[in-house]
């Protein structure tokens, strides 16, 4: 079964960091680029940013409000993606969800269920 | 950035009846070298991660009815479901995935009148 599951969520204070990660199964992950998606509270979605397959570089790209305190990582030998947050801000708060997205259809095909993060003092 | 507006917000919809979601990016995400829109449909539920319906604009992932259908171009993209069913009561999202970041829009609550 192909499956994405997070992990690393919880309760952390202002300006404190967070490692979370996504554990793939089921398919070639090293194939697939892997993006973060937040959703606040009551709110929509917004993508995060995601890492390219190593065949396509393996580089990154952000969404503007986390540029700079989020870094996004893979190990393929591990199929774990990972979303390490720093100087975390209450506007972080948000169940943070990883996707995959492919060359073939970079639509976002399988979700995780999502972890949530919540930054508060 | 691309913006992409979805319209309505929300609506409501009686069983058996079509249901149309209207969005709208800011710039072109057709590109031409392949004559493909890079634009997704998402289906959420409460309490569930999102579930993607329709990919290049118009094309229904596998295992979707066809009762939900996607078509449009450029700019403008529409989201379908005819015959609605109580199981379709979601809110709709739309994605461009042309260059990063893949923004979605805003959302569209749909209900059962």
């Known amino acids: 079964e192909v499956q994405l599951v997070e992990s690393g969520g919880g309760l952390v204070q202002p300006g404190r960091s967070l490692r979370l990660s996504c554990a793939a199964s089921g398919f070639t992950f090293g194939d697939y680029a892997m993006s973060w998606v937040r959703q606040a509270p009551g709110k929509g979605l917004e993508w995060v940013g995601f890492i390219r397959s190593k065949a396509y570089g393996g580089t990154t790209e952000y969404a503007a409000s986390v540029k700079g305190r989020f870094t996004i990582s893979r190990d393929d030998s591990k199929s774990i993606a990972y979303l390490q947050m720093n100087n975390l801000k209450t506007e972080d708060t948000a169940v943070y969800y990883c996707t995959r997205g492919s060359s073939s259809c970079p639509a976002f095909d399988i979700w995780g269920q999502g972890t949530m993060v919540t930054v508060s003092s | 950035d691309i913006v992409m507006t979805q319209s309505p917000d929300s609506l409501a919809v009686s069983l058996g009846e079509r249901a149309t979601i209207n969005c709208k990016s800011s710039q072109s995400v057709l590109y031409s070298s392949n004559n493909k829109n890079y634009l997704a449909w998402y289906q959420q539920k409460p309490g569930q991660p999102p579930k993607l319906l329709i990919y290049?604009?118009?094309t229904r992932e596998s295992g979707v009815p066809d009762r939900f259908s996607g078509s449009g171009s450029g700019t403008d993209f529409t989201l379908t479901i005819s015959n609605l069913q109580a199981e379709d009561v979601a809110v709709y999202y739309c994605?461009?995935?042309?260059?990063?970041?893949?923004?979605f829009g805003q959302g569209t609550r749909l209900e059962i009148k």
């Open positions: 994605q461009q995935y042309y260059t990063p970041p893949f923004t």
């Open positions: 290049w604009a118009s």
